[in-house]
């Protein structure tokens, strides 16, 4: 026997309890796996079986809406057929009725506006559909509210109540026109020789002025208007102590007088309207206005022959509004 296997029986001799309890303590653990494999496997196998999972998700076809086409058909998009027109009914203009529309407030839904109407010397709120007070016998309804209007029913008839601002916005400015359109109808030729009065008033004025030649400064202001070269063209007139005459001559304030009887005006422009007005029977005036040319025809009446024509000198002074 060698040494090496002498040597494992020796150290099999005195380490065998030692060796004998490990080997042990190995199996027992071994055991103990094999039991607890076998009942798992025990308690996996007397559990119910799952259903196989294919692991595909499923697809759900599209749900497709039906078309309602009987409630498309009512909500008639593109008309209705056969549809008889809504006919709107007729304004026949301002109502006479002692009225007056002190507000009105428009609201998006219609049947939510309404105004502020006064009769006589009460003041109330209306909205649509309401019968107004204070019209007597009548039955005036208030139909329908605008910003600056509201129309009512009387008697059958559509009519208009303007705001009463509005209205009176509306009667000045009918008033401008009118005068506008007065102008332009008298923009050529103004005829005044067949005022009698006017003539008595400017041949007292001749009188007048054969006494006191400044006197005419009473009945207009004079200021020099020259051209481009610095040549007088005429001369800017305006109202002196007696507008209302000034007025009834047709004159305007600001008008450019630029020749009287046919003679162009100048320097002298004061001293020839002075001789004219002292023997002439008739002015015919051409004055610029607006740059527009206006003429004037003047009766003065039959010259005073008894009275001498004073000769005066010419005068360089300027005459100029006040």
Excluded: C
């Excluded at 009225?99 to 109330?124: F, M, T």
């Excluded at 100048?266 to 527009?292: C, F, H, K, P």
């Excluded at 009446?301 to 024509?309: E, H």
């Amino acid at each position: 026997m060698n040494k090496s296997n002498q040597n494992i029986i020796n150290f099999w001799k005195n380490n065998s309890g030692m060796l004998t309890k490990a080997i042990a303590g190995l199996l027992l653990l071994l055991a103990l796996y094999l039991l607890a494999k076998i009942v798992w496997l025990w308690v996996d196998y007397s559990q119910p079986k799952a259903a196989p999972s294919t692991n595909v998700r499923a697809i759900k076809a599209p749900v497709k809406n039906k078309v309602n086409v009987d409630k498309l058909v009512q909500m008639h998009l593109f008309g209705e057929a056969n549809a008889v027109a809504e006919v709107e009914e007729e304004v026949t203009g301002e109502t006479n009725l002692s009225l007056k529309l002190i507000g009105v407030y428009v609201d998006p839904e219609e049947p939510q506006s309404s105004a502020i109407i006064r009769s006589g010397n009460n003041e109330k709120v209306y909205w649509i559909g309401d019968n107004l007070e204070g019209v007597g016998s009548s039955k005036v309804e208030l139909r329908k509210v605008e910003p600056l209007r509201v129309i009512i029913r009387n008697n059958g008839r559509n009519e208009t109540l303007t705001l009463l601002e509005q209205l009176n916005k509306d009667v000045l400015a009918s008033g401008d026109k009118k005068n506008e359109e007065l102008d332009d109808s008298n923009s050529k030729t103004i005829d005044k020789r067949k005022d009698s009065q006017l003539a008595r008033d400017l041949n007292d004025i001749r009188k007048k002025l054969s006494q006191s030649p400044q006197s005419f400064n009473d009945l207009a202001k004079f200021q020099v208007v020259t051209d481009n070269t610095g040549q007088v063209s005429g001369f800017k007139v305006a109202p002196g102590k007696d507008p209302r005459l000034f007025s009834r001559l047709g004159l305007r304030r600001n008008d450019v007088v630029t020749s009287i009887n046919g003679q162009s005006l100048n320097s002298q422009a004061y001293w020839t309207l002075l001789d004219q007005m002292q023997t002439a029977e008739s002015l015919d005036i051409t004055v610029e206005r607006n740059g527009r040319p206006v003429r004037l025809l003047l009766n003065l009446g039959a010259a005073d022959s008894n009275q001498p024509k004073e000769e005066r000198k010419p005068d360089n002074r300027d005459l100029k509004i006040q």
